[in-house]
């Protein structure tokens, strides 16, 4: 078989779990991963084999794949704000609107170079928040906390990789006593858990049977749990005009946003995503 078979073969096998756009791009994406070209490349080598190595590399990611494990599990890659991550079972998959949440920060202050301005990002996951904010701002300090060491193991990672400085920190934010180890900072930074866990039964299961439920899920009794921990944390660890930018559950932005609805904050905003849902809080102190 040729290359072209092996691509034509695994997206006929993928159209049987995915819709047929959807088979078509993780194809594209595996074939790359495996071979190492581009497609241009791979239509000007389309009569090539492949290796013993690659074949069996196809085959573990094809089994993965109609089990419903994530392209991005299966390759160990996925791409976020322009740069390859590596990502596992331990941190969530990026997500687009995660990097409209970054385009904001780095919008807002890629040309107001400060002196020891300092981010701290609150669930550091891949690292793909605060990596992609020092890429862009390469005058902030970042540090990024997380409670899973796993997670901060992946993220750590990709920091080296990317060659990003940023401090990594592993403690339980929810847990107060662990906040004056962290100290004060001009931006807070956060993508936390807010789907209520009542919504898992809704969600599709390449999500819910493959990516960490501690990075997803929160109780259905007490959904804003990390932004009430992170408003009570601002009011001792964010300097005057300091700024926090968070993405929220886009039927809980109201609730996030009347939660720095107070003398502490100056203003207070929502944004919507690019469709249209109601997905990021951005709050600045007085």
């Known amino acids: 078989m040729t290359l072209n078979d092996h691509q034509q073969q695994l997206f006929s096998l993928l159209s049987g779990v995915y819709d047929p756009r959807e088979a078509a791009n993780i ?115 970042v540090s990024s906390c997380d409670v899973s060491e796993a997670a901060l193991h992946v993220a750590r990672q990709n920091a080296t ?10 403690l339980d934010f929810l847990n107060a006593a662990n906040w004056p180890k962290l100290g004060m900072f001009d931006m807070i930074v956060s993508n936390p858990p807010y789907i209520p866990n009542e919504e898992i039964v809704e969600m599709e299961k390449h999500v819910v049977d493959f990516e960490p439920h501690l990075a997803l899920f929160v109780e259905k009794e007490n959904p804003l749990i990390f932004y009430k921990a992170i408003a009570d944390f601002s009011t001792q660890h964010l300097k005057t005009k300091g700024t926090i930018y968070m993405e929220t559950h886009m039927a809980l932005a109201n609730e996030v946003a009347a939660l720095f609805t107070n003398e502490l904050f100056e203003t207070v905003e929502i944004r919507q995503d690019l469709q249209g849902k109601d997905r990021m809080v951005k709050a600045v102190r007085k």
């Not at 085959?59 to 599990?73: C, F, G, I, T, W």
């Not at 550091?124 to 904010?133: E, L, Q």
């Not at 990789?161 to 920190?169: E, I, S």
């Open 161 to 170: 990789t990317l060659n990003a400085d940023v401090q990594f920190h592993q």
């Open 27 to 141: 194809a594209d994406w595996v074939m790359e991963n495996i071979t190492g070209w581009k497609k241009i490349d791979r239509v000007v080598n389309k009569h090539v084999d492949l290796s013993a190595t690659q074949m069996a590399k196809l085959e573990q990611v094809s089994d993965d794949l109609l089990k419903h494990r994530p392209v991005q599990y299966a390759l160990g890659e996925a791409w976020f704000y322009g740069m390859k991550f590596y990502v596992n079972e331990s941190v969530l998959i990026p997500r687009p609107e995660t990097e409209e949440l970054v385009e904001w920060v780095t919008n807002d202050f890629r040309n107001k170079q400060r002196e020891g301005f300092s981010i701290l990002d609150i669930g550091s996951g891949s690292g793909c928040i605060p990596i992609a904010i020092k890429k862009n701002i390469a005058w902030v300090e």
